[in-house]
């Protein structure tokens, strides 16, 4: 008898761990990618020289960005949930803002959340700050 209550008692110990496992799983903390997880063909990714330079073609935005600027934060994710919005001749490039020091020099960059649209040569054409996608799409040229 107290071998069937010793199994017993292992039983119900295992099937109520299995169901505080089974119901303590989190759900994904959120459903927006990162900017990591975009593919490196999308109209919105981070900046590199070859990813700038594989975009020829089409109408480039630098977007200055910094991780510690909460409208920036507030811009990347508009970008980021609306990608397929971005028409398919425009390319974002997200662009440290704490990092690419050259590109700051060069288009006279003095705060986060400025953009900057290029033309092929990499000269300005225009530039203003703030805003989401449809500032970025009212202000191309």
């Known amino acids: 008898m107290s071998k069937v209550l010793i199994l017993f008692g292992i039983g119900a110990v295992v099937i109520i761990g299995v169901i505080i496992l089974t119901s303590s799983k989190q759900p994904p ?34 977007y200055f960005y910094a991780t510690w600027c909460p409208t920036c934060s507030v811009a990347n994710e508009d970008f980021t949930v609306n990608t397929a919005q971005i028409p398919e001749d425009i390319a974002i490039f997200r662009t440290d803002y704490d990092k690419e020091l050259d590109l700051k020099r060069k288009y006279a960059v003095t705060y986060q959340h400025t953009f900057v649209q290029v033309d092929e040569a ?19 040229k």
């Open 29 to 62: 903390s959120s459903t927006v990618p990162t900017i990591s997880q975009i593919q490196p063909t999308s109209r919105y990714g981070d900046y590199s020289l070859a990813a700038y330079q594989a975009a020829v073609g089409k109408k480039r935005v630098l």
């Open 122 to 140: 990499g000269n300005e054409l225009a530039k203003w700050n703030g805003g989401g996608l449809s500032e970025l799409l009212q202000n191309l």
